[in-house]
């Protein structure tokens, strides 16, 4: 049983038979604001590969998981991710959070979209906002603990497509970021993805 405070607040139903609550100082509305950013963060696949964000045609930034060693891992090369995390006023199974990428002095930030009938994963320029006011994101993954014991390897849902988070999956001698459907309790190697 917890011993968390729960705040009651009093309502009314008015003339119109709308609720109106009685004291609005406190409530808040749903959406996400930033609390801290944890910079430099490296990402690695179960394959030990990392995650890399690099320029491609067209003002395009591609991203892919390879090896690297430590002394290619460079600042500003694409590899250091800061993860923004997010007070969440509802009630998810899982922290709220953001990534971004510094790519040759340019700041990048991972979103979901849908492109030619497929739910992928790319990079646009922008700086992470401090506060989103909808009630869902292209920019918001849910950071979900594979088990109670590994504090390292994590999933990601996207809250704006449920059920997809992200993964990779191996092309040639590449693994590619992917947007991948998993069920919740489904184990999934190539959507487990690890914060040292």
């Not at 646009?124 to 088990?147: A, C, G, M, T, Y």
């Not at 109670?148 to 001698?173: A, I, V």
Request: glycine share 6%; aromatic share 10%.
């Amino acid at each position: 049983m917890s011993c968390e405070e729960i705040r009651v607040v009093a309502v009314k139903f008015g003339q119109d038979f709308d609720l109106y609550f009685a004291d609005e100082e406190g409530l808040e509305c749903d959406h996400w604001m930033a609390v801290f950013p944890i910079q430099h963060q490296i990402f690695r696949n179960l394959s030990n590969q990392v995650l890399m964000v690099r320029p491609g045609p067209e003002n395009a930034v591609m991203s892919v998981f390879e090896s690297m060693t430590d002394q290619e891992m460079t600042s500003g090369c694409g590899v250091h991710f800061t993860i923004h995390y997010y007070k969440d006023n509802r009630l998810e199974n899982g922290m709220s959070v953001a990534f971004s990428v510094l790519v040759e002095n340019k700041t990048y930030c991972m979103y979901c979209t849908h492109e030619g009938g497929e739910k992928t994963v790319r990079f646009r320029e922008e700086v992470v906002p401090k506060e989103i006011l909808e009630n869902s994101s292209d920019i918001i993954f849910i950071q979900k603990s594979i088990s109670p014991t590994d504090t390292k390897t994590f999933k990601f849902e996207s809250s704006l497509m449920r059920g997809y988070f992200l993964g990779f999956q191996k092309r040639e001698n590449l693994s590619k970021l992917i947007l991948k459907r998993c069920d919740e309790d489904q184990v999934d190697e190539s959507t487990h993805i690890i914060i040292p």
